[in-house]
């Protein structure tokens, strides 16, 4: 028996607030086929999908999908089937699915495919139990089938940041894309194997990142040596010109 997707009720955010500001430099980048169809055009959908789909530190060469691009750029799937691939791709798997629980999972999921952060803990755990039940892509096919989904983005725009920006405010929201992918979990795993990412870490005597006093003093040995050679080579040029000196 299929569970009944929880209800959960929208909160006040900056994309379900309209706006008539003038777009500038932080306004999210609109990508769609209906906006250009050049060579152009569409290598920069391509990477704006990426950028989207993927966090940025994750934008590497072994990350591309090519048989996804090659079908897009022939006409055979459409945009939405180049942004579902991409989420259910093993890379996004292995980058974001593998290393967060969830609830985190469903946050970037929700951000990156709805182009919004999640209203509440509710919404949340709404799709925490779809993602428990379908697994990632049955996950991905509810959110992108969603009304919400379809009635921003449609089948030929790549999702975005909406309204990351309020008329109100001097500074934008950070850009999902560039927001951390882990969890507090995620850390207290780090930490427990001996990374230190106090605010307040100071580099002992003796750290490995601390430069040894021999090197510190072979290197303004040379900085001196360097600087007193330039000196009498500048002091030899001055007493050419006045023919004191024959160079």
């Not at 790549?158 to 500074?171: I, T």
Request: charged letters at 20%; aromatic letters at 10%.
């Amino acid at each position: 028996m299929t569970l009944p997707l929880l209800t959960y009720g929208p909160s006040s955010q900056n994309q379900r607030v309209a706006g008539y500001e003038v777009p500038g430099d932080e306004q999210s980048g609109i990508f769609s086929l209906d906006l250009g169809c050049s060579q152009a055009d569409m290598d920069a959908l391509i990477l704006a999908a990426y950028r989207q789909v993927f966090h940025e530190q994750q934008m590497l060469k072994s990350n591309r999908q090519v048989l996804l691009e090659s079908q897009l750029r022939g006409g055979l799937i459409s945009v939405k089937d180049f942004v579902r691939g991409l989420a259910t791709s093993n890379a996004f798997r292995t980058w974001n699915y593998e290393v967060n629980n969830n609830y985190r999972f469903v946050e970037l999921c929700v951000q990156r495919l709805l182009g919004r952060n999640v209203y509440d803990d509710k919404e949340t755990l709404t799709w925490s139990i779809v993602l428990a039940t379908k697994g990632l892509e049955g996950l991905v096919d509810a959110l992108m089938g969603s009304k919400e989904y379809v009635a921003n983005f449609g089948d030929r725009t790549v999702p975005y940041q909406r309204r990351r920006v309020l008329p109100q405010r001097s500074q934008g929201d950070l850009p999902f894309e560039r927001m951390p992918r882990y969890t507090h979990d995620h850390l207290t795993t780090l930490e427990s194997l001996g990374y230190d990412f106090s605010a307040d870490r100071r580099l002992a005597q003796g750290d490995w990142m601390e430069t040894p006093d021999g090197v510190r003093k072979a290197a303004g040995a040379v900085t001196a040596g360097l600087a007193i050679f330039l000196s009498l080579v500048a002091i030899a040029v001055v007493l050419s010109w006045f023919g004191w000196l024959s160079i």
